[in-house]
């Protein structure tokens, strides 16, 4: 491929805020870009503040994401993002939560394409940063999406990440990879993909379908797996050696042997930990937090179950570092990315 490949990390409320992304960044690195949770305040709370101050995202390419179907919010909380020295912003019209939507916020702005575009006309010529949008293809049919791709085109968009699915679908059925094709043949905007890319031959499919997108947002990917991007990175790299029309060639992870996996993650996962205590207040907050995120992190381990029920019923710190420390000490970590992930929740 002609241009190196960039990848993002996607916005996941209540997960990628500005402590996990420097853990992250600490550990693993290899984001392009990070995008903040969403803001949907028109004056930012404290959360929301921290998680944007520039002291927070040292080193980080960090792109605020807004949530709004506003025009005077959405250019109320820019025009404060550019006092920080944003240059970006994002705005959502991805989130399929039920709370979200339910306001029209989000993908569930999407069923008000006259609205969308009249918001999106009035934020453009004022707005001081240049903007990138999230966006779903739809919320009942992928018919919806030619409509929107029209309205889109009729703007300067400095991005467009396109997630193809529907609001119905939430994170079920597969992407619609013929609507992404479709905004790849119209070719206004500079385009990034993001969907169901958990291993690196989920990659390696879109690369093959899309090999003029240089540009990729995970999310739940790298929840379950914090080393994915260096191993896509890998991938990037190294050209493929299937014959074309085959399946790509088994992934191996040849530069990172399984024990030192397993201590980097130990190393991110105690980073975190103890940043959480510091920040947050009480342990049953942060173990709030911790617990969240192991209903993607256990999905790496060969057998977690029994552990990750452990690390639910924890009520005390001292009971979730025993179990987090058994679960260590006891299981290994899948190393052979085709083999794929658990599901099953925490």
């Known amino acids: 491929m002609n241009e190196t490949i960039k990848f993002y990390l996607a916005p996941m ?16 690195g290899g984001a392009d870009r990070y995008f903040t949770p969403f803001i949907a305040n028109k ?30 919010h959405f250019l109320c909380i820019a025009r404060e993002l550019s ?44 707005c001081p940063l240049r903007i990138s949008v999230k966006t779903r293809i739809g919320v009942e049919s992928a018919g919806e999406w030619e409509a929107l791709l029209k309205i889109y085109e009729k703007y300067p968009v400095e991005e467009l990440i396109i997630h193809p699915r529907l609001l119905k679908d939430y994170y079920q059925n ?6 992404f094709a479709a905004a790849v043949k119209t070719g206004r905007h500079s385009l990034c993909y993001n969907g169901d890319i958990c291993t690196p031959e989920d990659f390696a499919r879109i690369r093959r379908e899309f090999p003029e997108t240089v540009k990729i947002m995970i999310g739940r990917g790298v929840l379950k797996n914090p080393a994915l991007i260096r191993q896509l990175r890998e991938t990037a790299d190294t050209p493929d050696p299937s014959p074309a029309g085959m399946p790509p060639a088994p992934f191996s992870s040849h530069t990172t042997s399984a024990p030192d996996r397993l201590r980097q993650l130990r190393a991110f996962h105690d980073d975190l930990l103890e940043h959480y205590l510091g920040i947050l207040s ?13 209903c993607y992190l256990g999905n790496g381990f060969t057998a977690p179950e029994k552990y990750r029920k452990a690390i639910r019923k924890a009520e005390e710190l001292r009971q979730y570092t025993i179990a987090v420390s058994a679960l260590f000490r006891a299981e290994k970590i899948i190393t052979e990315e085709s083999a794929g992930y658990r599901t099953n929740p925490l």
């Open 13 to 28: 409320e209540g997960l990628t805020g500005y402590v996990y992304r420097n853990a992250f960044h600490r550990h693993y």
């Open 43 to 72: 004056k930012l709370s404290r959360r929301e503040l921290d998680d944007i101050l520039p002291e927070h995202n040292a080193g980080m390419n960090v792109i605020p994401q807004i949530l709004t179907n506003r025009a005077e």
């Open 282 to 294: 009480g342990d049953r907050n942060t173990l709030f937090k911790m617990k969240e995120l192991w």
């Open 83 to 126: 006092r920080y020295g944003y240059a970006v912003v994002n705005l959502n019209l991805g989130c399929p939560s039920g709370t979200v939507t339910a306001r029209n916020r989000g993908a569930g702005f999407l069923r008000l394409p006259e609205e969308l575009d009249r918001f999106l006309d009035n934020i453009f010529p004022t």
């Open 174 to 179: 597969k992407p619609d990879l013929n609507a």
